[in-house]
């Protein structure tokens, strides 16, 4: 639309422009059209638009036949989209975009996110929509000038912040273009340009820990001319051993480290913190037949290698609100990196029983220990890696505490965003999680099942699973 139609339609909505929204309207049709082609719409995709307005960018994002949902936060605003965008692939809320709870994007295959973003709070709401984990393949974003520089700087400029590599951990950013304040109404005191950014390979961003990167950084960047052996004292003891590790100065300011220099930096500090090896090739599982009956032992890598059966328990966690909790494999595990996976899981090990091992790992993986209740057991096979699991449940709305090394992320989800996620991408969860779920969904559509005696039948339990179901308590 141009500005006369524009002012028109301001009219029609009864809406004047409120400052402290950050309400510029775009009025170039044209360059509307080049924004959203940055975005390099599908039909398949999922778009979310953070502050619609008018529908300037709307129109063209509709046009490309994707699904979209728009969170704007201006009533007004939201019966004008509803009456002039009639599309069935469209839908507009009335919303804060900033208590939008992103979790539900995680169902969603191919998640796109644009916003001429208000000014006012765009770093808070950028930095809501990027928090980790997330699923989004690209986000455009018009944003002040200033904010864009910082989020695509490079090292070495004054630009170049805590804010970019915060950003820049996980993301490519691209600076696409500057944007004359001439092309909105009214008409912003400051320049504006547009970035596009794409999440990075996840192994090419595979820091330890990523809070301890974020403080790192942080602290880094608290005071730009201190060289930082000063700065990071409490983290690097031996900053001359820590310095040489990552190729740089022992005198180095935080603008001369590179992304990939924090990122080893992170990594190495990380590791000095950690409990010891992960790989654990070498610890020894009971070996079982296709009863689940002990015939002997054997280590981690011959049992994997081979395929021979073993035990394993995985535990699923509520909290009060009936929320799961899922954690991400990291990206140092052997098997199923950076799949999402149960809340907590592990082999039995030696002489253990299922219940102490899955105490066991309570203790390790999620730093709790709370009453379980046995949920099923599913047999060995291909699905499973030949393990036989014992599945557990519990209530627990933490805290958490979890080995970064081995967990990249803890996350409560709604069940019904699980449901969708496993069908829509079940790609993205370890094969043993799935059959879990599987089993949780049996035994929760039939909750007698869940009060019989101990170890009591589950009948019409679904094929694979030997469906037991058991009510006592581990303390
Ligand atoms: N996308 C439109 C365009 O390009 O013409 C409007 C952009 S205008 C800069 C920002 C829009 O975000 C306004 O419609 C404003 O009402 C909306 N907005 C402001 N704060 C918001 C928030 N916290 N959540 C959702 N929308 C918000």
New binding site residues.
């Given amino acids: 639309m141009n500005l006369s139609e524009l002012r028109r339609a301001l009219e029609r909505a009864r809406v004047r422009p409120v400052k402290s929204?950050?309400?510029?309207?775009?009025h170039d049709q044209n360059l509307a059209r080049w924004i959203v082609d940055q975005a390099r719409i599908e039909p398949a995709d999922f778009v979310v638009e953070?502050?619609?307005?008018?529908g300037?960018?709307t129109a063209e994002i509709l046009r490309r036949g994707a699904r979209l949902l728009a969170?704007?936060?201006?009533a007004r605003?939201v019966d004008f989209l509803r009456e002039n965008f009639p599309a069935p692939n469209f839908e507009v809320r009335h919303i804060?975009?900033?208590a939008f709870d992103t979790r539900g994007l995680f169902a969603e295959p191919n998640v796109k996110i644009i916003g001429?973003l208000?000014y006012y709070?765009s770093s808070q709401l950028l930095l809501r929509f990027l928090e980790q984990p997330v699923h989004i393949t690209l986000c455009l974003w018009m944003l002040q000038d200033e904010m864009a520089r910082r989020l695509s700087a490079e090292p070495r400029t004054a630009e170049y912040g805590a804010l970019t590599l915060r950003v820049q951990l996980h993301h490519h950013v691209e600076y696409l273009r500057k944007i004359s304040n001439r092309v909105f109404f009214p008409q912003p005191d400051v320049v504006s340009a547009i970035v596009r950014l794409t999440p990075r390979e996840e192994n090419d961003s595979a820091v330890r820990d990523d809070a301890l990167f974020e403080h790192l950084v942080r602290a880094g960047f608290s005071q730009r001319r201190k060289q930082l052996p000063k700065l990071l004292s409490h983290y690097a003891g031996d900053w001359e051993t820590a310095a040489k590790k990552i190729g740089a100065s022992p005198h180095a300011r935080a603008e001369e480290l590179s992304r990939e220099q924090w990122i080893v930096l992170t990594n190495y500090l990380a590791r000095q913190q950690e409990r010891g090896p992960t790989d654990g090739a070498a610890e020894c599982f009971p070996v079982v037949d296709e009863h689940d009956r002990k015939t002997g032992t054997a280590k981690r890598a011959e049992v994997h290698a081979n395929n021979l059966r073993h035990r394993a328990v995985h535990i699923l966690i509520f909290n009060a609100t009936g929320e799961v909790l899922l954690q991400k494999r990291s990206a140092w595990k052997d098997r199923h990196p950076l799949r999402w996976d149960s809340s907590a899981a592990g082999h039995v090990e030696g002489d253990e029983t299922y219940d102490e091992t899955a105490m066991r790992e309570l203790k390790e993986e999620l730093g709790v220990s709370v009453h379980l209740q046995v949920m099923g057991k599913i047999l060995a096979s291909e699905k499973t890696g030949q393990e036989f699991i014992t599945v557990y449940k519990a209530e627990c709305d933490g805290p958490f505490r979890f080995p970064p090394e081995e967990i990249k992320a803890l996350k409560f989800f709604p069940v019904e965003i699980v449901e969708r996620w496993v069908v829509n991408k079940p790609e993205d969860f370890a094969p043993g999680f799935l059959e879990c779920w599987r089993l949780w969904r049996v035994s929760n559509s039939h909750p007698e099942r869940s009060r019989g005696t101990p170890w009591s039948y589950v009948k019409g339990s679904a094929a694979g699973f030997l469906g037991f179901a058991r009510n006592d308590k581990l303390s």
């Fill in positions: 929204l950050g309400q510029n309207f775009l953070i502050g619609p307005g008018l300037a960018l969170l704007e936060k201006d605003l804060d975009a900033l001429n208000p709070v």
